[in-house]
DNA sequence: GTCTATAGGCGGATAGAC
DNA sequence: GTCTATCCGCCTATAGAC
């Protein structure tokens, strides 16, 4: 009852929830979320499977759980490349924060399944998993925002009939950014899933080989998108206006 | 044992594999297709989980036949949209077709995440889905050659390390079509079902609200990306470049 | 081609003893 | 907090009668 019991406890506690979750992403790599079972956990785990329910009251739980892990692994990756990349300039941040998320997507492809993949069916994330499902894209956000301040970032252009929602996500995600800025941001945001998915996902076998360089090359096209660097000249024998 | 007796049970056989199918499909919306599930199929239709092994030897070859039509379906859709374009010039075909993908895509959001979506643990695709899974690429090539045709493709830039594996692509996917601008369709192609994965799956919750308007916009740009429209002038205050 | 029956598994979740 | 026992459901796949 003194204190220290009370701490041995907690502490574990805190142990098995971990070896719990550890078990259980073990698996999700062999059967998926949508077959992931408390049962087969408790069964490699040595425990009784009732046990388990006091770690975890039900199997979406733990999935949850499993979910707010993996946008945070995910999130701290895109923190950690942000903040080694400090010295550099904002294009070459975007890269290399693009090129760590894609790291961590081919080191962890079940849990990017996970969270970026096909929903899993009949379940539906609670709120708590919202924070740290925008770890990356506030990333992105700050990494704009940088570019501003350093009044290098070029603004893309917006068609009329975009404008209303321009400024509505504007004023949700970042109302210091012009919203030409934000708009191209939440395309390039998707559009760097489209690339990574592909390639975790398998769409890319025998298509892309050299998939770094691809990827790198890919980067650097959504950096120019969003104004992180000026629009290339094309080289092409024509202008592209059809006669 | 005449020859019509013959045709009335290819047509029964043929009746049945189709009544399968359609069960199936349904079960994928609500259970997805990790748990698709011979019985439960059979058990909805009125017959023994045993009858179905006469049309389909295993749950894989089930699977395999959904993911098929899957294509099957949307590169239909990408091709009646292409088709139904043939008077626009390549720019207009490029965005029509996108939004033709998406339509689809959002029509038909599981079987959409089977072919798109996470891989199904333990499945893996045999080889007779490659011409099914291509129909929507080549949708896209043939726009491009066609922009080539007329004389009015932009060609972006390449840097120097991506060039051998552009030159293999090249060879792979469309030798008549610049190395530039084919690795820009690959990357553009994996980006667009990025945006509408992003979409389908539920990223958009809560950031991106007028949907076709924001995927408009973003296929025009990756219309410019495939060097389908000129680069677009920005409008910012300073040019890009950090002092 | 359809059926019944069967083998040999799997799962979530709860009750109640210790 | 962990256990055993239990309820009740699910699955793939095959054998053999009709």
Same mark, same amino acid.
């Given at each position: 009852m003194s204190s220290t019991a009370r701490g041995v406890r907690a502490r574990a506690r805190i142990e098995v929830t971990a070896a719990i979750k550890d078990e259980a992403r073990r698996q999700l790599a062999e059967e998926g979320a949508a077959k992931l079972s408390l049962r087969a956990v408790a069964?490699?785990?040595?425990?009784?499977?009732?046990?388990?329910?006091?770690?975890?009251?039900?199997?979406?739980?733990?999935?949850? $759980?499993?979910?707010? +892990? /993996?946008?945070?692994?995910?999130?701290a990756a895109a923190e950690a490349a942000r903040d080694a990349a400090s010295g550099s300039d904002p294009a070459r941040r975007w890269t290399l924060v693009c090129e760590a998320v894609r790291v961590w997507a081919l080191a962890h492809p079940h849990e990017y399944a996970l969270i970026y993949g096909s929903p899993v069916p009949g379940y539906t994330a609670p709120d708590d998993t919202v924070p740290a499902a925008a770890r990356v894209g506030h990333v992105?956000?700050?990494?704009?925002? $940088?570019?501003?301040? +350093? /009044?290098?970032?070029?603004?893309?252009e917006l068609p009329p009939g975009l404008r209303p929602e321009a400024d509505r996500m504007t004023a949700d995600l970042a109302p210091d950014l012009p919203p030409e800025n934000v708009t191209a941001l939440v395309a390039a945001?998707?559009?760097?899933?489209?690339?990574?998915?592909?390639?975790?996902?398998?769409?890319?076998?025998?298509?892309v080989e050299d998939r770094k360089a691809f990827f790198r090359h890919a980067a650097d096209r959504l950096a120019r998108g969003v104004g992180l660097m000026p629009p290339q000249q094309g080289e092409g024998a024509t202008p592209a206006r059809r006669a």
């Amino acid at each position: 009852m003194s204190s220290t019991a009370r701490g041995v406890r907690a502490r574990a506690r805190i142990e098995v929830t971990a070896a719990i979750k550890d078990e259980a992403r073990r698996q999700l790599a062999e059967e998926g979320a949508a077959k992931l079972s408390l049962r087969a956990v408790a069964r490699e785990l040595g425990m009784a499977s009732s046990a388990l329910y006091r770690y975890f009251p039900s199997r979406d739980e733990l999935l949850t $759980a499993l979910i707010i +892990d /993996a946008y945070d692994s995910i999130g701290a990756a895109a923190e950690a490349a942000r903040d080694a990349a400090s010295g550099s300039d904002p294009a070459r941040r975007w890269t290399l924060v693009c090129e760590a998320v894609r790291v961590w997507a081919l080191a962890h492809p079940h849990e990017y399944a996970l969270i970026y993949g096909s929903p899993v069916p009949g379940y539906t994330a609670p709120d708590d998993t919202v924070p740290a499902a925008a770890r990356v894209g506030h990333v992105f956000i700050g990494i704009m925002r $940088a570019a501003q301040g +350093d /009044a290098c970032l070029d603004r893309p252009e917006l068609p009329p009939g975009l404008r209303p929602e321009a400024d509505r996500m504007t004023a949700d995600l970042a109302p210091d950014l012009p919203p030409e800025n934000v708009t191209a941001l939440v395309a390039a945001w998707a559009e760097l899933f489209g690339l990574i998915g592909f390639e975790v996902f398998g769409q890319f076998n025998r298509v892309v080989e050299d998939r770094k360089a691809f990827f790198r090359h890919a980067a650097d096209r959504l950096a120019r998108g969003v104004g992180l660097m000026p629009p290339q000249q094309g080289e092409g024998a024509t202008p592209a206006r059809r006669a």
